[in-house]
């Protein structure tokens, strides 16, 4: 029986399993993989103590951390997914997709997000075919191309930034009336002749042979529809929160995203805590990711003592 489980090993997981093994509680922390989504980040300028640093490398760095405390008080157990939460009368069953069963009083969740995935006509056909949600590791695929950009919020600005930089062209395609992207961002490529951008658009298809060829939208005041020649396609249209496998024991909001006490990160059954992009919190960083996360391990710290 475990004191504590942690699960997820990016910012916030790796946040609590430090601080945890520091108080000397009989913890685990059960990842999938360690580092986080921003891994695939060429620079992160925003990790405070750090003026840049390669997300590959912030990630290793936060692993390196936790594997420095692993020993009598901390089990790192990585490469499980979680896929079960269960509430006994005085404790919790995490049970993985190997079907193994950790026993634990309190649980930490850090299980972060993962990429929204595209929903038109032929989006699952080219998936992995000219589809993809990671500039930084398939941009240099398609260098020389003309590629699109799904997405107007930062993500999606920071990613027609890169590929700008070796691609033919760049078309960035967003289907609100305005880009979300901060101003700065924004502005740092609409001067590019090599990048154009579509706003109030919907998109219809994905077309191709083996691998994608063209993008179709439609105009939504007008109805005009364009067909653009295109071999990439790089969405950024937002993430969704790895909590299915918690709904059963606790709240979630209407996007899936646990529902947690701001104060505390304690969510709505006590024994568990969240923190970082799984929660509801109205902002996603990795340092609030982890700060939100010390927060949690401090108050399952004194609920666990007065057990
Ligand atoms: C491309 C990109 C760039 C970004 N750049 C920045 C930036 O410059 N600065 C910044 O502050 N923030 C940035 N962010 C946001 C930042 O990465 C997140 O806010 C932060 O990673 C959230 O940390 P987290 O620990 O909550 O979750 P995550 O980083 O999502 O980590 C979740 C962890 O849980 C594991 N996991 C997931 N599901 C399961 C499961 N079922 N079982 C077991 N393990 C599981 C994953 O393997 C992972 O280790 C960026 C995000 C992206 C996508």
């Known amino acids: 029986m475990y004191d504590l489980i942690i699960l997820g090993g990016g910012p916030a997981g790796s946040g609590a399993a430090v601080y945890a093994a520091r108080k000397l509680l009989k913890t685990a922390i059960i990842t999938n993989e360690f580092g986080g989504q921003s891994v695939v980040s060429e620079t992160i ?5 750090t003026k840049e640093i390669d997300g590959m490398e912030l990630g290793n760095n936060l692993k390196d951390h936790v594997l420095s405390y692993k020993g009598e008080y901390l089990d790192v157990i990585e490469g499980e997914k979680i896929k079960e939460l269960i509430k006994e009368n005085d ?4 049970v993985t997709e190997s079907d193994k069963v950790y026993k634990t009083k309190a649980i930490i969740i850090s299980t972060g997000s993962s990429r929204r995935k595209l929903e038109i006509l032929n989006a699952d056909k080219y998936e992995h075919k000219g589809i993809t949600y990671c500039a930084s590791c398939d941009g240099p695929l398609f ?20 590929l700008v930089a070796y691609c033919k062209s ?68 937002g993430q969704t929160p790895n909590t299915s496998f918690a709904k059963n024991v606790l709240d979630v909001d209407n996007f899936g995203r646990i529902v947690v006490d701001s104060r505390t990160q304690m969510t709505t059954c006590p024994g568990i805590w969240a923190a970082g992009d799984c929660t509801d919190g109205k902002y996603h960083q990795n340092n609030i990711a982890t700060g939100d996360a010390v927060k949690a391990l401090e108050d399952a710290y004194i609920w666990i003592k007065n057990k």
Not at 45 to 49: A, F, M
Not at 91 to 94: E, G, Y
Not at 146 to 160: K, P, R
Request: net charge negative; charged share 25%; proline share 1%.
């Open 45 to 49: 300028y925003n990790w405070i103590g």
């Open 91 to 94: 404790s919790f069953s995490v």
């Open 143 to 162: 260098a020389d191309q003309d590629v699109a950009v799904i997405g107007g919020g930062n993500a999606g600005f920071e990613t027609a930034m890169q």
């Open 170 to 237: 760049v078309t960035l395609i967003e289907s609100g009336l305005d880009f979300k992207a901060d101003k700065i961002t924004i502005d740092k490529i609409s001067e590019n002749p090599k990048f154009k951008s579509y706003k109030n658009v919907e998109l219809l298809k994905v077309d191709g042979e083996q691998f994608v060829n063209s993008l179709t939208f439609k105009n939504k005041e007008t109805g005009e529809e364009q067909t653009i020649n295109t071999t990439g396609i790089f969405v950024e249209i």
